[in-house]
C-alpha cells in the first residue's frame, strides 16, 4: 500500500513538473506583411523574447491575417484564441470612445507631439481604458502622419466637396470628411485598391508608407500633404492571460516591448520619408498647403473636437493639446 502511495505521489510531482517547465504560448496575429514595421516588430518579439526567456516561453507569429483578420481578431484577443494584437487605435470604438482622441483632425501638430503625448500619464492610462472587456495594453507603434490621396488636387477644403473617401472604422472619420462636404465608405485597407478602380470611392487617407505599399498612384495621383490626423496601432494582450504570467516573466516580457516598440516607431519613421520620396519619384503629384491653406483645412475639421469631447473626457483632450509646441 505504501509502495502504491509513494508511486501515485512521486508520478503527480513528475506531471506536476513537466506541467511547469511548458513553455508559456503567445500567438501574435497581425494582418500585414512580415516587412513592415509591424510585422518586423512582432518577429522581433519573437526572438527576443525566445532568446532572453528560454524555455519559459514560446512565440508564434501569424501574419497577413492567417489566423484571423480585422473583423474577428479582438474577439479571438477576448475568447483567449489569441494572447498577442496591434490593430489601429480606430478598431477599439466599440470598447472605449476615449481613444478617439487620436481620430481628432488636426489635434497633433505632428509626429512629434503625437509621441509627447503617448508618454503623458493620461495616454498611459488609455492602455487601461479596455480593461473591462478583457483588452490589457501594453504599447503604442505609431505607423505616422496621414495624408490625404484622391483623384483631384485637394488644396482647400472645398475640393474635397462630392468624393468619396475610404476609412477605418470610426465615427470621427466619418465626421471629418461629411465637415468638407465630402462621403465615407469603411472598408479594410485591403479593398482600397478595388474600391478605387470601381469608382466607389475617390480618395483615402493614409500614411506615405500606406499609399506607396498599395501602389495607388496611377489612380489617385494627387497626395496632399496634410499631416492631418495619426494611424497608430495599440498593441494589445488577453487582460486574464497577461496578468496571469508569472511576475518575473512578465516584467522581462514588458520590458521586451518596450524594447520593440522604439525599434518599431524608429523603423515607421524611416519608411515614411523613403516611400514620401518614392511616391513623388513614381509620378504622383504632391500638393504641398500654404499656411493659409492648411488653416483653413482645420477650421473646417477643428469643431468635431468640442462635438466629442464628452465622449472622449474633457481631461484627455486637455491632455492632447498641451503637447503641441504653438
Given at each position: 500500500?505504501?509502495?502504491?502511495?509513494?508511486?501515485?505521489?512521486?508520478?503527480?510531482?513528475?506531471?506536476?513538473?513537466?506541467?511547469?517547465?511548458?513553455?508559456?504560448l503567445i500567438k501574435f496575429s497581425h494582418v500585414v506583411a512580415e516587412d513592415t514595421p509591424k510585422g518586423k516588430g512582432a518577429l522581433m518579439f519573437k526572438r527576443l523574447a525566445e532568446e532572453r526567456l528560454a524555455g519559459k516561453v514560446q512565440v508564434?507569429?501569424?501574419?497577413?491575417?492567417?489566423?484571423?483578420?480585422?473583423?474577428?481578431?479582438?474577439?479571438?484577443?477576448?475568447?483567449?484564441?489569441?494572447?498577442?494584437?496591434?490593430?489601429?487605435?480606430?478598431?477599439?470604438?466599440?470598447?472605449?470612445?476615449?481613444?478617439?482622441?487620436?481620430?481628432?483632425?488636426?489635434?497633433?501638430?505632428?509626429?512629434?507631439?503625437?509621441?509627447?503625448?503617448?508618454?503623458?500619464?493620461?495616454?498611459?492610462?488609455?492602455?487601461?481604458?479596455?480593461?473591462?472587456?478583457?483588452?490589457?495594453?501594453?504599447?503604442?507603434?505609431?505607423?505616422?502622419?496621414?495624408?490625404?490621396?484622391?483623384?483631384?488636387?485637394?488644396?482647400?477644403?472645398?475640393?474635397?466637396?462630392?468624393?468619396?473617401?475610404?476609412?477605418?472604422?470610426?465615427?470621427?472619420?466619418?465626421?471629418?470628411?461629411?465637415?468638407?462636404?465630402?462621403?465615407?465608405?469603411?472598408?479594410?485597407?485591403?479593398?482600397?485598391?478595388?474600391?478605387?478602380?470601381?469608382?466607389?470611392?475617390?480618395?483615402?487617407?493614409?500614411?506615405?508608407?500606406?499609399?506607396?505599399?498599395?501602389?495607388?498612384?496611377?489612380?489617385?495621383?494627387?497626395?496632399?500633404?496634410?499631416?492631418?490626423?495619426?494611424?497608430?496601432?495599440?498593441?494589445?494582450?488577453?487582460?486574464?492571460?497577461?496578468?496571469?504570467?508569472?511576475?518575473?516573466?512578465?516584467?522581462?516580457?514588458?520590458?521586451?516591448?518596450?524594447?520593440?516598440?522604439?525599434?518599431?516607431?524608429?523603423?515607421?519613421?524611416?519608411?515614411?520619408?523613403?516611400?514620401?520620396?518614392?511616391?513623388?519619384?513614381?509620378?504622383?503629384?504632391?500638393?504641398?498647403?500654404?499656411?493659409?491653406?492648411?488653416?483653413?483645412?482645420?477650421?473646417?475639421?477643428?469643431?468635431?473636437?468640442?462635438?466629442?469631447?464628452?465622449?472622449?473626457?474633457?481631461?484627455v483632450l486637455r491632455a492632447a493639446q498641451t503637447v503641441n509646441r504653438r
Amino acid at each position: 500500500m505504501f509502495k502504491t502511495s509513494l508511486a501515485v505521489a512521486l508520478a503527480t510531482l513528475l506531471c506536476s513538473a513537466q506541467a511547469l517547465a511548458e513553455p508559456i504560448l503567445i500567438k501574435f496575429s497581425h494582418v500585414v506583411a512580415e516587412d513592415t514595421p509591424k510585422g518586423k516588430g512582432a518577429l522581433m518579439f519573437k526572438r527576443l523574447a525566445e532568446e532572453r526567456l528560454a524555455g519559459k516561453v514560446q512565440v508564434e507569429v501569424y501574419p497577413d491575417s492567417t489566423l484571423f483578420g480585422d473583423a474577428d481578431e479582438l474577439q479571438a484577443l477576448r475568447d483567449n484564441k489569441v494572447q498577442l494584437l496591434a490593430p489601429s487605435l480606430s478598431k477599439f470604438e466599440q470598447y472605449t470612445t476615449q481613444l478617439q482622441v487620436f481620430d481628432l483632425p488636426f489635434l497633433f501638430d505632428d509626429l512629434e507631439a503625437v509621441k509627447r503625448f503617448q508618454k503623458r500619464e493620461k495616454s498611459r492610462e488609455l492602455l487601461r481604458s479596455m480593461a473591462s472587456h478583457g483588452i490589457y495594453g501594453l504599447a503604442y507603434w505609431n505607423n505616422g502622419m496621414k495624408q490625404l490621396s484622391a483623384t483631384r488636387a485637394l488644396h482647400t477644403p472645398a475640393d474635397a466637396a462630392g468624393l468619396a473617401f475610404r476609412i477605418q472604422p470610426s465615427e470621427i472619420l466619418e465626421q471629418q470628411f461629411a465637415r468638407v462636404g465630402a462621403s465615407s465608405l469603411r472598408l479594410p485597407f485591403a479593398e482600397t485598391r478595388a474600391a478605387l478602380q470601381a469608382g466607389r470611392v475617390q480618395g483615402a487617407e493614409n500614411t506615405w508608407s500606406n499609399l506607396a505599399s498599395q501602389q495607388l498612384g496611377a489612380l489617385q495621383p494627387y497626395v496632399t500633404e496634410t499631416d492631418h490626423g495619426v494611424l497608430s496601432y495599440m498593441l494589445v494582450s488577453n487582460s486574464g492571460f497577461w496578468t496571469s504570467i508569472p511576475y518575473q516573466v512578465r516584467v522581462q516580457l514588458e520590458a521586451i516591448i518596450d524594447e520593440v516598440t522604439l525599434a518599431v516607431n524608429s523603423e515607421a519613421e524611416a519608411l515614411n520619408a523613403r516611400d514620401r520620396q518614392r511616391l513623388t519619384a513614381a509620378g504622383s503629384q504632391l500638393v504641398s498647403l500654404s499656411g493659409e491653406q492648411r488653416a483653413a483645412w482645420r477650421a473646417a475639421m477643428q469643431p468635431l473636437w468640442q462635438e466629442y469631447e464628452g465622449r472622449i473626457g474633457s481631461d484627455v483632450l486637455r491632455a492632447a493639446q498641451t503637447v503641441n509646441r504653438r
